[in-house]
Every structure is written in structure tokens, then in C-alpha cells.
């Protein structure tokens, strides 16, 4: 590669000009647009069976619109959870990406993903411990940026 403000030879622009076409010819070429595809459908479809399970339990149970939203995420957390338990949500992690990690059963999955390869360590110490792994910093965090904000909405109510 040339320094400084050295001119270029008609032999080295040639070398440079294979160069590059050869890295162009061997690069491997973006695939983003369909991954973000992909992920886009899975994760429509991830909320469309939520939507699903929120209409059956409405028809099914009567749930009211807060009994509702308690019923999906319970629901799709267990179906997240049993998913991964059965090997199916890494799979489907693998062709989704992003679209498989957004939605609560993305949540589910994370927590129950360490413990499923940990269990061979016991229910205690292997399953029971590897649980908390991811769950405990974000439920600590959740917890803990809820107070925060309620404080800051106690003060600016306080303030009117």
C-alpha cells in the first residue's frame, strides 16, 4: 500500500484494482435485510399467538382487561419456558434472532436456558441457582428503576 502522497505505478493500480475485486468476489454478502425480515416475522407472529391466548381466555373465562393482561404473560412466559425446555426456542433463536428475543417469551427463554444447561448440577444448585443468573439483575434493576421513577412522579405531583 502506498505512504504519504507517493504516486501509484500503472503495474501497482493493476495489483490494487485484482486486489480489490478479489475481496470483493470473496466477501461474504449482507444478509440484513432478510434477517430483519425474519425477525420481523417471527416476532409478529410470537404476539399474534399472545393475542390469541388473550381472545381464548376472554371467550373461555371471562376475563376482564386486567385479568387479561395477567393471563398472557403467564401463558406465554410457560410457553416460552416449556419451548426451551424442549429445545425448540433456541432453534427457532437461531433463525429468528432479535424477533425470537423481544417479545416475554424471549424473558422466559433467558431465564430458563442457563438453568436447562445446568441441570445436571441438581435442582438446587444447578436448575434453582441458574435461574436467577439473568433474572436477578434485571428483576433488581426493574425494581429498582420502578422506585426511582414513582419517587420522581411522587415529587413532581407534590410540586403541582
Same mark, same amino acid.
Given at each position: 500500500?502506498?505512504?504519504?502522497?507517493?504516486?501509484?505505478?500503472?503495474?501497482? !493500480?493493476?495489483?490494487?484494482? $485484482?486486489?480489490?475485486? &478479489?475481496?470483493?468476489? $470473496?466477501?461474504?454478502?449482507? !444478509?440484513?435485510? &432478510?434477517?430483519?425480515?425474519?425477525?420481523?416475522?417471527? #416476532?409478529?407472529?410470537?404476539?399474534?399467538? #399472545?393475542?390469541?391466548?388473550?381472545?381464548?381466555?376472554?371467550?373461555?373465562?371471562?376475563?376482564?382487561?386486567?385479568? $387479561?393482561?395477567?393471563?398472557?404473560?403467564?401463558?406465554?412466559? /410457560?410457553?416460552?419456558?416449556?419451548?426451551? #425446555?424442549?429445545?425448540?426456542?433456541? $432453534?427457532?433463536?437461531?433463525?429468528?434472532? %432479535?424477533?425470537?428475543?423481544?417479545?416475554?417469551?424471549?424473558?422466559?427463554?433467558?431465564?430458563?436456558?442457563? %438453568? &436447562?444447561?445446568?441441570?445436571?448440577?441438581?435442582?438446587? &444448585?444447578?436448575?434453582?441457582?441458574?435461574? /436467577?443468573?439473568?433474572?436477578?439483575?434485571?428483576?433488581?434493576?426493574?425494581?429498582?428503576?420502578?422506585?426511582?421513577?414513582?419517587?420522581? %412522579?411522587?415529587?413532581?405531583?407534590?410540586? !403541582?
Amino acid at each position: 500500500m502506498p505512504s504519504g502522497n507517493k504516486k501509484l505505478t500503472r503495474e501497482e !493500480k493493476r495489483e490494487r484494482a $485484482r486486489y480489490l475485486a &478479489m475481496v470483493n468476489e $470473496r466477501m461474504p454478502r449482507s !444478509k440484513t435485510l &432478510m434477517q430483519c425480515i425474519i425477525a420481523f416475522a417471527v #416476532g409478529g407472529a410470537i404476539c399474534c399467538i #399472545g393475542q390469541l391466548v388473550g381472545d381464548l381466555g376472554s371467550i373461555m373465562f371471562s376475563l376482564d382487561e386486567k385479568t $387479561r393482561g395477567a393471563f398472557i404473560s403467564v401463558v406465554m412466559i /410457560f410457553l416460552g419456558s416449556f419451548a426451551t #425446555g424442549l429445545g425448540v426456542y433456541d $432453534r427457532l433463536g437461531a433463525v429468528a434472532g %432479535a424477533g425470537s428475543v423481544i417479545p416475554i417469551t424471549g424473558f422466559a427463554n433467558s431465564i430458563v436456558a442457563p %438453568a &436447562m444447561e445446568h441441570r445436571r448440577e441438581g435442582l438446587v &444448585m444447578g436448575v434453582g441457582a441458574q435461574l /436467577f443468573t439473568i433474572a436477578g439483575p434485571v428483576l433488581v434493576y426493574g425494581v429498582t428503576s420502578s422506585v426511582i421513577v414513582g419517587i420522581i %412522579a411522587w415529587i413532581a405531583a407534590m410540586c !403541582k
